[in-house]
Nanobody, 125 residues
Framework: QVQLVESGGGLVQAGDSLRLSCAAS????????IGWFRQAPGKEREFAAV????????YYADSVKGRFIISRDNAKNTVFLQMNSLKPEDTAVYYC??????????????????WGQGTQVTVSS
């Protein structure tokens, strides 16, 4: 059983940056692909980024490509999401999730085993 805890959310202005963290415990962190997802009010949850177990393969949603950077530190059981040039449309609850290797290339269709509780990101215009 893996527990995931997100942190780092907050209220920022358009153009600002935030770095989200996803800290894992209770399992072998390096066995899992880690994805970041987000859900805005009234909208379905959407895929944002995913990183492979070693960190060598990364995918981004088109909506965040070039602005967000996902990384991981397996020694610290933590995945980060650096969010730059934030826009009001980035406002959402951001979740991290741990899944099997085959979830890597599946985007929003990836089947993840464990989810965090989410952290709110609000970007004002």
């Amino acid at each position: 059983q893996v527990q995931l805890v997100e942190s780092g959310g907050g209220l920022v202005q358009a153009g600002d940056s935030l770095r989200l963290s996803c800290a894992a415990s209770g399992g072998t962190f390096s066995r899992y692909v880690i994805g970041w997802f987000r859900q805005a009010p009234g909208k379905e949850r959407e895929f944002a980024a995913v990183i492979s177990r070693s960190g060598g393969i990364i995918y981004y949603a088109d909506s965040v490509k070039g602005r967000f950077i996902i990384s991981r530190d397996n020694a610290k059981n933590t995945v980060f999401l650096q969010m730059n040039s934030l826009k009001p449309e980035d406002t959402a609850v951001y979740y991290c999730a741990a899944g099997p290797p085959y979830a890597l290339g599946q985007g929003s269709n990836g089947k993840y085993d464990y989810w965090g509780q989410g952290t709110q990101v609000t970007v004002s215009s």
